[in-house]
């Protein structure tokens, strides 16, 4: 009885060092959104499919942009319209959540950056930039991807996003 007793919590202890050191070393949920004229699609899915997020869940999403003109992605809620024309959201789904938007710039030199806040992502042709974060607990609702290249948002490019 008494060697069960030491296993237990010598069990305990590498399970918890497991989970850290697998979240510390990125084994982060992948996903894969393309964009395109004017879509957004999970790879995997159908165009304009929703988003399904988690939150508590650490995640990668590899954004690429497989068209052939600039996307200018905003991730948000409450769609803000100036002069007949989509602007942006009244919220923003990355207000206060730490991530890292990693990718390769410009003249090939790749780059990371950790904020905790994300307005937008910029995009060029044949262009990739992942974004790593977890969502906390009030993020959970109905949210949207939307691309604010003028004309892109009104030609159809955005998706749900739903956060549970």
Same mark, same amino acid.
């Given at each position: 009885?008494?060697?069960?007793?030491?296993?237990?919590?010598?069990?305990?202890?590498?399970?918890?060092?497991?989970?850290?050191?697998?979240?510390?070393?990125?084994?982060?949920?992948?996903?894969?959104?393309?964009?395109?004229?004017?879509?957004?699609?999970?790879?995997?899915?159908?165009?304009?499919?929703?988003?399904?997020?988690?939150?508590? =869940? /650490?995640? %990668? &999403?590899?954004?690429?942009?497989? #068209?052939?003109?600039?996307? !200018? +992605?905003?991730?948000? $809620?409450? *769609?803000?319209?100036?002069?007949?024309?989509?602007?942006?959201?009244?919220?923003?789904?990355?207000?206060? =959540? /730490?991530? %890292? &938007?990693?990718?390769?710039?410009? #003249?090939?030199?790749?780059? !990371? +950056?950790?904020?905790? $806040?994300? *307005?937008?992502?910029?995009?060029?042709?044949?262009?990739?930039?992942?974004?790593?974060?977890?969502?906390?607990?009030?993020?959970?609702?109905?949210?949207?991807?939307?691309?604010?290249?003028?004309?892109?948002?009104?030609?159809?490019?955005?998706?749900?996003?739903?956060?549970?």
């Amino acid at each position: 009885m008494k060697r069960f007793l030491l296993i237990l919590p010598l069990i305990a202890a590498l399970l918890l060092l497991g989970n850290q050191l697998g979240t510390a070393q990125g084994f982060e949920a992948e996903m894969t959104i393309l964009m395109g004229e004017f879509f957004f699609q999970v790879e995997g899915q159908d165009k304009g499919e929703a988003v399904v997020l988690e939150t508590g =869940v /650490p995640y %990668r &999403i590899t954004f690429r942009n497989i #068209g052939n003109t600039v996307h !200018r +992605v905003k991730f948000g $809620r409450g *769609l803000v319209v100036e002069e007949g024309v989509p602007f942006e959201y009244t919220e923003n789904l990355f207000d206060n =959540v /730490p991530l %890292r &938007i990693e990718g390769i710039g410009d #003249g090939g030199v790749d780059f !990371r +950056v950790i904020t905790d $806040r994300l *307005l937008e992502l910029d995009l060029d042709p044949g262009g990739e930039m992942d974004i790593v974060f977890t969502l906390p607990l009030g993020a959970q609702g109905e949210w949207e991807l939307g691309c604010f290249v003028i004309g892109h948002y009104e030609a159809g490019m955005l998706a749900p996003l739903m956060v549970q």
